[in-house]
Structures are given as structure tokens and as C-alpha cells.
């Protein structure tokens, strides 16, 4: 185990993922339209990022609109399209002040031109902000990800410049988006259900998972403290024994 798996048992997570579910009942459970789920849930959204940028948490990943999504009724999906263009042109300033860089990750050829847009202007804004980077996953899969990394590892092997031998782990994980910043380390899903639904698949390989009741609008910052707290309790061993965990933690307080 290296100092750096072993930092990660008393630190704060480096990078969190969210699945936000849950505006669509929060929505109906007031007699409100879904779409009115979605609009509250832009201001979780900004309170996650805020308590991010207040803790130092410097990778936070977002789930807003999942390759399966485009199943959803015409209307609510043509309405969550008008929201993050919407949000996109609203927030991309305040971002951008609070020293927070955008990241798209997903296919985003699917968009229509002026959502590709305004994704490309927003990212080219922020992209030198080194407070937080906010992954927001749209149109994205995590079989998609992985498929991804796989065909521009074909290419390479199809062009000459690659053995099928050479391809490893390290290798392919160069090509799975977000490879640049930290592991992912704490994967949270709101509104009750247990499953992570295609999220993240390869990045989520040594993630802690924390599923929440809470629906989407209502994560707040004392529900976003309660699970880092639980996150801080875990024991990570990265296939360890506890023993040995807790014999290398002893060690890093040693002296101190
Ligand atoms: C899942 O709840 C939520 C979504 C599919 C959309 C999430 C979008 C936002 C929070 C707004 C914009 C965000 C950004 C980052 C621009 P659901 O509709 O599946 O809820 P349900 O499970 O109660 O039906």
C-alpha cells in the first residue's frame, strides 16, 4: 500500500460523485409538475458545489442527465434540455468567480448546436479555475466511458502505434474520462434507491458508496456533512487486512 492509499483513510473524499434522483417525487409529492423538481434541484446543486468550495473538496461529479434519459417523456426531456441551457448561461459567471472550472463529460454530440455551444464557451471560461472542478455528466454512461477508452485504444492498434499486449489497466484508465483529476473516492445517490445505474462504472472500482433517502432538492449541507462524516468512519483497505490499516496508521501519527 502506497502513503498515498494510506492518506486516503483519514482525509476528506478528493473527489465526489452524485447521483441526484428524486426530483421528479419530490415534484409530485406537492402536487407540482416534474419539471418544478428539476428547477429546485438546480439549487442542490448549487449548495453541493458551494460546500464543496467551502471544504476544499477539489473534484465534485454530477449526474444530470444519463444516456438512458432520452427515454423520459418527450416533453420533460425537451424541458431539462431548456434547464441546463438555462443554467449553463445563468451560473457559468458565478462559477467562474468562485474560481470553479466546468467539465462536461459525456457524448455530446447528441445536443442540439446551441446547448454544444454554450457547454464549449462555459468550459473555455473556467478552464484555467483551480478551486473546484465540477464534473457535470451529460449524455454520459459509464459503459459508454469505458467503450470509449476501448476504441481510441483500437485506433492506436489499428494505426501501428500499439501492441494488443501493451493495453493494461493504467493503460486504459489514460482514456476514462476525469483521469486527470483525483480517484473518485465517495459515490452518493439520493432518493432511495440502491444501484448506481451506470454512473461512473470504472472510476467507482475503489469508491465508498453512500445511498441516501433524501431526495435531491432537499440535499443540504447537513445532509452532504452527515455523509462525508460517514465517509471519514470507513475503513478503506484497497485489499488490505484491517490489521495492516490500522498497523500503517498507527505509524503516519507516529511523531506527530
Ligand atoms: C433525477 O431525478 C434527476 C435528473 C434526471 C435531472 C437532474 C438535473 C438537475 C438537478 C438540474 C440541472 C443540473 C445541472 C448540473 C445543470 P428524477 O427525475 O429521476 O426523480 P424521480 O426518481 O423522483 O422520478
Request: hydrophobic share 40%.
Amino acid at each position: 500500500m502506497t502513503e498515498e492509499t494510506q492518506a486516503f483513510n483519514s482525509a476528506l473524499p478528493q473527489h465526489v460523485g452524485i447521483i441526484m434522483d428524486g426530483n421528479g417525487r419530490w415534484a409530485e409529492r406537492q402536487g407540482k409538475p416534474r419539471v418544478w423538481g428539476h428547477k429546485k434541484g438546480v439549487d442542490a446543486v448549487r449548495k453541493a458545489v458551494s460546500f464543496c468550495r467551502k471544504l476544499g473538496i477539489p473534484s465534485l461529479t454530477l449526474f444530470a442527465f444519463s444516456s438512458e434519459n432520452w427515454r423520459r417523456p418527450e416533453d420533460e426531456v425537451s424541458s431539462l434540455m431548456q434547464l441546463f441551457l438555462f443554467v449553463l448561461q445563468q451560473e457559468v459567471k458565478v462559477l467562474h468567480k468562485n474560481q470553479v472550472r466546468l467539465n462536461i463529460i459525456g457524448d455530446l454530440s447528441r445536443f442540439s448546436p446551441g446547448l454544444q455551444e454554450s457547454i464549449a464557451k462555459a468550459q473555455a471560461l473556467t478552464a484555467g479555475n483551480t478551486g473546484l472542478t465540477l464534473n457535470v455528466a451529460a449524455n454520459y454512461g459509464g459503459r459508454w466511458d469505458i467503450a470509449n477508452a476501448a476504441q481510441q485504444l483500437a485506433q492506436q492498434v489499428a494505426n501501428g502505434t500499439l501492441q494488443p499486449a501493451e493495453i493494461t489497466e493504467q493503460l486504459l484508465s489514460q482514456h476514462i474520462q476525469m483521469h486527470d483529476q483525483p480517484e473518485l473516492d465517495l459515490m452518493i445517490r439520493t432518493g432511495g434507491d440502491i444501484r448506481i445505474s451506470n454512473f461512473l462504472l470504472w472510476q467507482a472500482a475503489y469508491a465508498e458508496l453512500c445511498f441516501l433517502d433524501t431526495l435531491w432538492p432537499d440535499f443540504d449541507d447537513q445532509v452532504f456533512a452527515d455523509a462525508i462524516a460517514s465517509f471519514v468512519r470507513r475503513e478503506r483497505r484497497f485489499g488490505c487486512t484491517g490489521a495492516q490499516i490500522r498497523e500503517l496508521a498507527a505509524g503516519s501519527t507516529e511523531g506527530q
